[in-house]
């Protein structure tokens, strides 16, 4: 017994010390694993750092700005200046549209009192300041602003190395290191080991950037305004030189290639003495300077010793084509400006070619890139007021991209956009019905009328009830009628006509029916007929009162007429369909102060409407059947705006004033309607879709 015991005990033992063995050398063979697993992927950190290290030292550094000097290290958390975008150093956020739609600028006040240094701001600076305050950018409130323009003029180079100038940019009261400020600089100091000031995150809109010293889409490379400028000048048909050299500060070798060609139809100019800016000299010929410029097809413009040219001005005004020979200078308003369509670009490597080169252009080449260079020089260069508003135009552009100008507004003289959205084709596929908005005030009745007929329609999808009066609530629900689609009814807030144009939500429909309360007169084939026709052309307004707009010789202003001519321009939308993307484009496109007009006016939305559309699209409205009398049979006429006996007369105000804010007249006059195919033609009724149409 004693022995069984003894044995139990011993195999207990064994057991329970085989099993404690177990345990150990898991545990000792686990903290291994985990120990070689975390010198691993210490190990792989290491290399990993270091290669990354080896990458990066073959990657270039991006260069620093020619006017940012002590740039901080980049390894630093913070953007750097030099690395500068404008999504990291421009903050767009305090950037609201004004009544224009564009960025407000602020200009700070001169700087005067004790703190100040003798300098004098230059004529030019005085015009470029001066255009950005008769311009739709400025706002005389800081707080509103989206751009600040320090008073100090940097134009000629020499302030941007005076200290003083450095410590009154610091003292500017939003200077924030510079951020969303705007810095002219045309030139470089005449002294090139000049300390150069530091403009922080500012926006540089310098002459004479080069691919080093740009910042792409924060920077502006702007050009050189030229003392000697003039209006564009006719040019020749027989021009005695192919090429001009005028510029006095040629870089040697090009000069001296020059000086080495034996040719009549080159001319190299060169300063007279004494020296004048107004004459060049050749050989002791004393030639008129820039006109000189108008004697050569073609004019060389370099990029010599770092300096923004000013010939390229001179030969853009005197009808001469440049050849720009450059290899890192940023052209002016790069990228937006396609320069290869007025000038020739030359890589330096390649001047041994010039002139077979220049000897390929045909007249035609040479005439059409002559025609582009006085558009670029008239709307971008021809004056100080031009250039820093072309270089707002450029920030608005950034800073509202959705709004921006394409590439060829910018460089197509004769551009007329076509805006129609992509998704604007005809609708023949797909059909979701349309969305009847009916605009009303306290004409119940006839509302209900309305509403009843439009119902019958068979594409009406929904019917949206834009309710104007603030002092009256509609009627109660038990007095809507029953209705076979879904109604809304949205109480306005203010009682103005731009309500009806609105993408209010409710609208879920592309089609939109603009309906006036009193238009009972309309059957269901003439709407149903509209609609369809709607779908063929969507980017159209499509409707039935058709009107004209004339110019009046007499008045020498702008006529509205309501008569029954052979012509119509606008077709009113008190019974029109037209695309929701318009009420998108009314609402957050058409400028303020157009809506302003009509709502103190309570008149003229839907004259505003066709100016949209036609100045989006380029096209003219459809109207549809020949019905032509519109009004209200059961409707007093004391409530009808159009019996006011001063109504013509400021429909026709509202069409002058609209040209003048769109800054043309976009409305083009059209001779056609829609009708049925089978429109008075001779078949059986069971024959025709639309029966019930030709009502005038």
Known sequence: MTSETGNKQNLRYKLHHSSTAAYRKFFICLLLVILIGAISMCIFELWTRIRVNQINSKIPQPPDNVLLKNRPNTSNSKITKSACRHHSCFDVYPCFPNDYGKINVYIYPDVTGSNAFSYKQSHQFKELINGIRSSVYITHNPEQACVFIPPLDFLNGELIGNKNAQQLLRQLSHWNEGKNHLIF????????????????????????????????????????????????????????????????????????????????D??????????????????????????????????????????????????????SIPVIIRNDWVLPYT???LWQSAAVLLPEQLLQDLFPILQRYS?????????????????????????????????????????ARSLESWNNPDFLPTLSPSYMTPLLGTDNGFTAVILTFDRFSSLVQVMKRIDEV???????????????????????????????????????????????????????????????????????????????LPDRIVGFPGRLHSWDN????WRYDSEWLNDISMVLTGAAFYHNHYN????????????????????????????????????????????????CPECVNVELLSADETHMVVRSACIDHFQSEFGWMPLQPVSFRADPALYKVDVPQSLQRFKDIGNL
Request: some cysteine.
């Open 363 to 403: 007249v035609a080449q040479k005439a059409a890139m002559r025609l582009e260079g006085a558009h670029l020089w008239r709307s971008y260069i021809s004056s100080m007021s031009r250039i820093g508003l072309t270089t707002l135009d450029i920030i608005n552009d950034r800073v509202f991209p959705h709004n």
């Open 266 to 319: 080159l001319l190299l100019l060169d300063a007279c003495d004494p020296v004048t800016p107004d004459n060049r000299c050749s050989n002791g010929a004393v030639h008129p300077y820039p006109r000189i410029l108008s004697q050569g097809e073609f004019c060389l413009v370099t990029f010599s010793y770092g300096i923004s040219p000013v010939e390229l001005s001179d030969c853009l005004s005197q009808s």
């Open 458 to 536: 068979p594409s009406l999808a929904k019917i949206v009830v834009v309710w104007n009066n603030v002092n009256k609530l509609p009627p109660d629900a038990n007095l809507w009628p029953d209705l076979s689609v879904p109604l809304k009814v949205i109480l306005s807030s203010e009682n103005k006509l731009s309500n009806r144009f609105f993408p209010y939500p409710a609208i879920e429909t592309q089609c939109v029916l603009a309906m006036d309360d009193d238009i009972t007169m309309l059957n269901v084939d003439e709407l149903e007929f509209a609609y369809q026709v709607w779908r063929e």
């Open 584 to 631: 998108h484009l009314y609402t957050h496109v058409m400028p303020p102060v157009i809506k302003n007009w009509i709502d103190d006016n309570i008149n003229c939305e839907d004259i505003a409407m066709n100016f949209l559309v036609y100045n989006t699209t380029r096209k003219a409205p459809i109207k549809v059947t020949p019905r032509k009398k519109f009004k």
């Open 554 to 557: 007499t008045t020498r202003s």
């Open 335 to 337: 990228p937006l400006l």
């Open 185 to 264: 600089n045309m030139l470089p100091p005449s002294d090139p080991n000049a300390d150069i000031i530091d403009i922080g995150l500012a926006v540089l809109a310098g002459g004479g950037l080069t691919d080093d010293t740009y910042r792409n889409t924060f920077d502006i490379s702007i050009p050189v305004y030229s003392l000697q400028t003039g209006e564009v000048i006719s040019p020749n048909e027989n021009k005695p030189y192919l090429l001009i050299s005028s510029e006095l500060y040629l870089e040697t070798h090009i000069r001296e290639y020059l000086e080495t060609i034996n040719r009549n």
